[in-house]
Every structure is written in C-alpha cells, then in structure tokens.
C-alpha cells in the first residue's frame, strides 16, 4: 500500500525534470545535452572527480584559442593555449560531434578587434585543437556551418556591442570573467 504513494512522487519528479529538460533548449538547434541518471533509493553518491588546480578553469582555454586564432595571423587555425592573446567574449550557437559553433569578438591591448562565427574542432581528449573562421567575405560560410547555424549567422544573434563593453570592464578588472561565464553557461 506504501509503495503507491512512492510510485506517485517517482513519476511527478521524473516528469518534472524531463519539463526542465526540454524548456532549457537553445533556440531548438543542436540543443544541449541533458544527462538525467535514475538510480534506486537510497543513492550513494559517487565521489566527484579531483580537479587539477594547476590547470587553468575550462574558459581560459577558449579565450586564449579563439583569441590566437581571430588576432593572430590570417589562416592560422592552430590556436596557441599557452599564452594570452587577448580578450574575448563569445556565444555558442551549436555543435555536431566535435564541432563547436560559436561566435566571438577578442580584442588584443592594442585595441585591435576581431567579431567573427567560429568552428571551433575539440580533440578526442576535448581540448581545442583548431578554430577557423569564415574566408574573408564570408565565402566559405555554407561550407563550414550547417544551415540552420547559417541562418542564424545571418540573423547577427551577437551582440557586439555589450561584448565590446564588457572586455572594456574585463580590462579594468581582470578578475571579471567573460559574460557566457558569469551568465552559467556550459562549455563543451
């Protein structure tokens, strides 16, 4: 008779995070992966793996990637991870495998800039191993976005000039992380 009861509460969670689940799409294109585990009562919790704290936070690894790509010089797609190129500000607009889809402005201190939709290519050990931007002009672009993120690239969703302001704050305190960071956002 008590297990009716469990049963109702089992079910009422389980659709509610499946509702959690499915409103936390973006835009409907390449969504997030959701990964719910449903283990039995009582549940022990795994111990969370050790994080290295000699490694840098998984941003910093984008920032400096899309920074030596987007500054540095013209077709180089191999980003350099060891050092600072500048700041940047970027939002993801989907991925396939180990592409990723982004968008980014960097800026380097001497104030030159770059605003550009990115492919960026994850390694099988999820480190960044290449990042490359459209030709100039913007002639390869079916080529390397799908179409719907193509779409997207033609609708401008970045907004250029609240990331331009915030690598301004960025600048003047450096402790301030890049907005998809302090907004929550995952990054693959």
């Not at 797609?77 to 592409?99: A, N, R, Y």
């Not at 079916?142 to 250029?160: C, D, H, K, T, W």
Request: proline residues 11%.
């Amino acid at each position: 008779m008590q297990k009716q009861p469990v049963k109702i509460i089992f079910f009422m969670l389980l659709l509610w995070v499946v509702t959690l689940a499915c409103n936390t799409v973006n835009n409907g294109i390449f969504p997030t992966p959701t990964y719910i585990s449903i283990a039995p009562l009582p549940v022990t919790a795994q111990p969370s793996p050790t994080i290295d704290p000699s490694l840098p936070p998984r941003w910093i690894e984008y920032e400096r990637a899309l920074s030596s790509v987007l500054l540095g010089p013209i077709g180089n797609t191999v980003p350099d991870l060891e050092s600072d190129h500048g700041l940047c500000e970027w939002i993801f607009m989907g991925g396939k495998g180990e592409q990723i889809y982004a968008w980014a402005e960097c800026e380097n201190d001497e104030g030159t800039a770059t605003s550009a939709p990115v492919v960026i290519f994850l390694g099988e050990d999820g480190h960044i191993k290449a990042v490359v931007m459209p030709d100039e002009g913007w002639g390869n672009i079916e080529e390397l976005f799908p179409a719907p993120v193509v779409e997207m690239i033609y609708s401008n969703p970045f907004n250029a000039k609240a990331a331009m302001e915030h690598i301004r704050l960025r600048r003047a305190d450096p402790s301030i992380p890049p907005i998809i960071v302090l907004e929550g956002g995952t990054l693959p």
